[in-house]
């Protein structure tokens, strides 16, 4: 059937990949459905709203270098669009730094490992194979490799750094990065990037009451243009016919399309459709939303803590914005990866008091008796996990799919992207382009992976 005017595209996932192919085809006089299992829009780009106290998930902020993204968030966002300076940390050898690291982490460095470091730098030899740990040992030597890498691997991913493709540090490591003076991909640009004489400054976006605020926006646009969103309905059916889908079954609804865009985990559409035999999985993350009594100890927006307090990071929304909590009180996110169906997921109130405790152990806060609220959030499909096979799994899951030719595949869920906001946004800018030039759903592909292609022009992390 040819894509006419008047034909109806499904999207699948009210993220930001989802919201903004909606937004640009409602503007353009299409008819859309977009389809979102949760009872509110934003997927990871969401905001949590309790009372005055406002949170997202983890540490989200607008970052990009492409202009057509930059222009597009400031459109959507107007004057909400506040520009602030960026001050993040990590706390290593029992301190708070800043990050990137200055030369003052150099002091807190045990003296023995600053000689093996000081060793590694002179002597690495050449770790063969497509592993993480054999790009960490390649990069950064054994020493840090062992101190901090594998530890942090470990404890945020519950996988060994030799399991993993080494994509995952293309993604994930490259971007804690911030920009091109602090480069960190070999052992020598990190030491370097320490020793600049003024710390790296970078500036992003953020509305006053959370990031979730741009998708609140997009939703209310496509409402006005006409466009559906509908809420609460987890994806049920998916109906193919000739090689097409024809429905989409959610909330007890069926739906017909004759476009379907699908930003949700990949993995569902696979199993919704009878595709077997594929293994990509997913990290899951409780969110632990502290609402804490007084100022904040530390000014930092968000924190790695690779020691071994359980957390992996700590974000504080009113380092972002003063107007994400009350006078005289802050917010504090902890992220708490876990598995779905593991003790963390099912049970994640068991490791409140575990976590009260660390925050107090690691000086984050000053004492449990300030903590005026905890609010626990589990969020399904976080990161993608990069096993060492993940790209013949992907390629096969790409391959099943690609039979359909009315599906689009978008987004950091929907094309297993370890991606941000902005590559989400920007993709679903070209992407809609080409739907809207009448291009075939089944040519269009654009998984732009280009920023893994350089460390240095990696734009934001996580
Ligand atoms: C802790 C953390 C920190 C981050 N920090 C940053 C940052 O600082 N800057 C940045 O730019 N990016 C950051 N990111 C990445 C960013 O969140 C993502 O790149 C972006 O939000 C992905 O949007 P998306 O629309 O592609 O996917 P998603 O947000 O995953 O959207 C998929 C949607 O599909 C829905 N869905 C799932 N299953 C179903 C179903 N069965 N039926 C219907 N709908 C379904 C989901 O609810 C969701 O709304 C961070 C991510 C995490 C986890």
Redesign the pocket.
């Known amino acids: 059937m040819p894509e006419t005017s008047s034909s109806h595209a499904v999207i ?8 903004t192919i909606a937004h640009q085809l409602v503007q353009s006089g299409r008819r859309v459905t977009v ?4 009872t509110f ?5 969401r905001s949590w709203h309790y009372g005055a106290f406002h949170f997202d ?7 990009t270098e492409n202009p057509r993204v930059a222009d597009f968030i400031r459109q959507i966002l107007q004057e909400e669009a506040i520009e602030i300076p960026r001050l993040s940390g990590a706390r290593m050898f029992g301190k708070f730094h800043e990050w990137p690291l200055r030369p003052s982490v150099l002091f807190s460095m045990p003296i023995g490992m600053m000689f093996r470091c000081a060793f590694d730098l002179l002597h690495r030899p050449k770790v063969e194979g497509e592993s993480f740990e054999a790009d960490i040992l390649n990069k950064y030597g054994r020493t840090l490799y062992e101190v901090f890498f594998k530890p942090y691997t470990e404890k945020f991913l519950f996988h060994s750094p030799a399991d993993l493709h080494r994509d995952w540090a293309r993604a994930g490591v490259n971007r804690a990065v911030i920009d091109k003076r602090a480069s960190a991909d070999t052992l020598w640009s990190l030491l370097k990037t320490t020793m600049l004489p003024k710390p790296v400054e970078t500036t992003f976006l953020y509305p006053p009451t959370g990031v979730g605020r741009f998708s609140d926006r997009l939703d209310e646009i496509i409402r006005e243009r006409g466009g559906r969103v509908v809420l609460g ?3 049920e059916a998916v109906e193919a016919r000739d090689g097409r889908i024809v429905s989409v079954t ?1 909330g007890g609804e069926r739906i017909a399309c004759d476009q379907l865009v699908w ?3 990949m993995p ?1 559409i696979n199993s919704l459709l009878g595709i077997e035999g594929i293994t990509l999985n997913f990290l899951s ?1 409780i969110f632990y939303n502290f609402e804490i009594k007084g100022p904040l100890k530390h000014n930092f927006q968000w924190t790695y803590h690779g020691g071994d307090e359980s957390f992996s ?1 700590v974000s504080a929304p009113t380092a972002f914005a003063s107007t994400t909590a009350p006078a005289g009180t802050h917010g504090l996110c902890v ?1 708490f990866t876990c598995r779905k169906g593991d003790e963390r997921w099912s049970h994640p109130e068991r490791f409140t008091e575990r976590i009260i405790d660390d925050l107090v152990r690691t000086k984050t806060i000053d004492r449990r008796e300030d903590i005026l609220n905890v609010h626990v959030e589990p ?1 399904p ?3 993608p996990i990069y096993t060492l096979d993940y790209l013949a799994q992907l390629t096969r899951s790409l391959k099943a799919l690609g039979q359909y030719r009315n599906l689009l595949l ?5 094309r297993f992207w370890y ?6 946004i920007g993709q679903g800018l070209t992407m809609s382009d080409k739907i809207l030039r009448g291009q075939a759903l089944a040519e269009i592909d654009d998984n732009d992976r280009e920023f893994w292609a350089e460390a240095s022009e990696a734009p ?3």
């Open positions: 699948v996932g009210a993220g930001v990949a989802g919201l389809i979102e299992r949760d829009v934003g997927g990871l780009g998930v983890g540490p989200h902020r607008f970052h309905a987890p994806v959610a930003t949700a985990p569902l993350t990071r992220e969020v499909e976080t990161y978008a987004g950091r869920s929907g991606n941000n906001m902005d590559h989400s934001a992390n996580q």
